[in-house]
């Protein structure tokens, strides 16, 4: 089955009796269990609802298991507990998703967990692997300057090490990359944004082998970050729509940053479908569609960050992404506030940057929005 197919049939559970078209919601938290051959139970991520998901995920991922969890972070934390412990380090791109950063700079040391960040560099990841490092872990495209890393590259690194590979596939979709063909292990998503896709939902969602998923099982139940049975409802139905919400975001994406590359307002447009992008062609050679996600940086000439922001109508200042509606953000003021105001420099944050969720309006009426903003109209 094709992409759009598996969103819409994989994975739903019907019931014989009433013949339903679609997976009740079972509410339960208990289950019998005699004559079964095993134990159901929320926090072992094996409700029927969970399942349905799982099965649709890992259709789209061509992946073999998974478990879902209650918020991206919860899948991400889990994921680098189960194969990190004291002793361990960790490779890690430094732009990653500023939670996870976070995660990493304020809590490894007192886990006795070793890590080093490292640049888009395929080269640059091999160095700072280790005789201890336990984990490898990459974002593409990253957050928020959209670059590309060539995940067959860094799989193969990995293999040749006999270290575990994750990925935060996140901005990309399962529509637009599928990471385990590329020879990674483990996929993370944070489900709160294009799986769920309304902005209504947390979730995050982990797919890999049978027997990675096992051991990330292992950790997971006694952490308990599983997901209840109406958000993964709420996930299922929306998962319905992804591989066309997703279709068409992606069209409307590639035609803000075209026309905004032209703006002589617009210092520098991030967008891995622009031919000029560095990492354009390896996002091609790995991507199906480049997502979208749209950062740009103003030139600030006429319009300042802070005055541009709040001149917008249709597209909401608004933390998060993925959805149907277009959302904006300055990362320096909230993904990435946490870190230091030279941790930014270093990472290329400035001021004027700003993240752009491109949602499934029309297109002409999101960049007219940019363009009265901008005060060019
Ligand atoms: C939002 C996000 C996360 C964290 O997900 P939550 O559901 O908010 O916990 C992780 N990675 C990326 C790339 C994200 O955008």
């Known amino acids: 089955m094709k992409k759009d197919t598996q969103c819409v049939h994989s994975g739903t559970y019907r019931d014989r009796d009433t013949r339903g078209v679609n997976t009740p919601v079972f509410t339960s938290s208990s289950f019998e269990y005699l004559d079964t051959p095993y134990n159901i139970y929320p926090r072992y991520f094996n409700t029927p609802n969970q399942r349905a998901v799982v099965d649709k ?28 412990g004291s002793g361990d380090h960790v490779v890690l791109k430094e732009d990653i998703y500023g939670g996870t950063h976070h995660f990493v700079t304020a809590d490894f040391k007192r886990f006795g967990i070793e890590y080093t960040f490292v640049s888009n560099n395929t080269e640059d990841i091999e160095k700072a692997a280790r005789e201890n490092t336990r984990l490898i872990f990459i974002e593409s495209p990253s957050n928020p300057l959209l670059k590309i890393t060539d995940i067959r590259a860094v799989a193969e690194i ?10 935060d596939n996140t901005f990309a979709t399962p529509i637009n990359q599928n990471p385990m063909e590329l020879g990674i292990d483990i996929v993370i998503h944070s489900g709160t944004k294009y799986l769920g896709g309304h902005s209504d939902i947390c979730c995050g969602a982990v797919v890999s082998t049978e027997s990675l998923t096992r051991r990330i099982r292992g950790s997971a139940v006694n952490f308990g970050g599983s997901l209840n049975a109406d958000a993964c409802y709420l996930l299922e139905r929306s998962m319905k729509t992804l591989g066309i919400r997703v279709e068409r975001q992606c069209m409307n994406a590639q035609y803000i940053a075209e026309s905004l590359k032209d703006n002589p307002d617009i210092k520098k447009v991030y967008y891995p479908g622009l031919k000029s992008r560095q990492g354009h062609d390896t996002a091609k050679s790995q991507m199906r569609g480049f997502g979208a996600i749209v950062s740009f940086e103003l030139d600030g000439q006429k319009t300042g960050p802070s005055e541009f922001i709040r001149r917008l109508r249709l597209i909401t200042p608004a933390v998060s992404l993925g959805g149907v509606e277009s959302l904006i953000c300055a990362p320096a003021e909230t993904s990435h506030e946490k870190l230091s105001d030279e941790e930014r420099k270093e990472l290329g944050i400035t001021d004027g940057l700003f993240r752009l969720s491109v949602g499934i309006e029309d297109s002409a009426d999101i960049l007219s929005d940019i363009e009265q903003a901008l005060k060019t109209t």
């Open 158 to 167: 990995a293999k040749s090490k006999n270290i575990v590979t994750a990925i």
């Open 57 to 84: 995920l890992c259709a789209l991922e061509n992946a073999e298991d998974g478990l879902l969890f209650s918020s991206g972070m919860a899948a991400i934390s889990t994921v680098m507990l189960t194969f990190l």
